[in-house]
């Protein structure tokens, strides 16, 4: 079987509305405020939305700032402050960098389908090791397709040369997982690294 992994929110954290109170902390100074100026700039990453044509590689980081801008009234200069400070924002999430390796030792092979700009892609790969563990990847910005579109799960098992149900999937976004079920994969919704461990033990990936 071959496991593939979303990235951000499963392999490195994302939590927006934390690194949004970080850095604005007058726009967002509690929870609720915060959930407001996320849903305002990533518009629930919509396949349409701005930050979604980023991640598709359609538009650089000027232009994104620029349209946000206009469409939110937050400055040009902060929105490039936030797009700058996300890269670093996504620390490795201990537990599953753990999981990738024991999975890796146990004879697994692992890809990951991230939606993601190629600036941060980039980022990611030259700064952490553990993706020589993976045999390959597929980022939205290099191929110009997104989840929870169809089109890449199918680029995906051409180029793994995977599919069907012996292909896990591990996202934490549902629409993401209901898109991988509907390709045929056996999806697996992330919360925690422990709990996607215990998923992959009673799969039989990995032992308990």
Known sequence: MAVVFDLGGVVFKWKPLELLQELFPDRASDEVTAQKLADQIFESFNPASDWAQ???????????????????????????????????????????????????????????LSNMPAGYAHYLESTHDFF????????????????PQMPIFQN?????????????????????IDAAHAHGWTGVRFDEPAQVRRDLVALGLLKA
């Not at 349209?67 to 700058?84: C, Q, T």
Request: proline share 4%.
């Open 132 to 147: 020589q563990h993976f045999s390959d990847g597929i980022f939205s910005a290099r191929v110009q397709q997104i989840k």
């Open 54 to 112: 980023f991640d598709l590689g359609l538009i650089e980081p000027d232009a994104l700032a620029a349209k946000i801008s206009k469409r939110v009234g937050i400055s040009e200069d902060d929105m490039h402050v936030l797009i700058a400070g996300i890269p670093p924002h996504m620390v490795p999430q201990t537990g599953t960098v753990s999981l990738i390796a024991d999975l890796k030792a146990a004879g697994q092979t692992l890809y990951y």
């Open 156 to 176: 995906a098992n051409q180029r793994f040369g995977v599919s069907g149900k012996e292909t896990v999937f591990i996202d934490d976004v549902q629409h993401n």
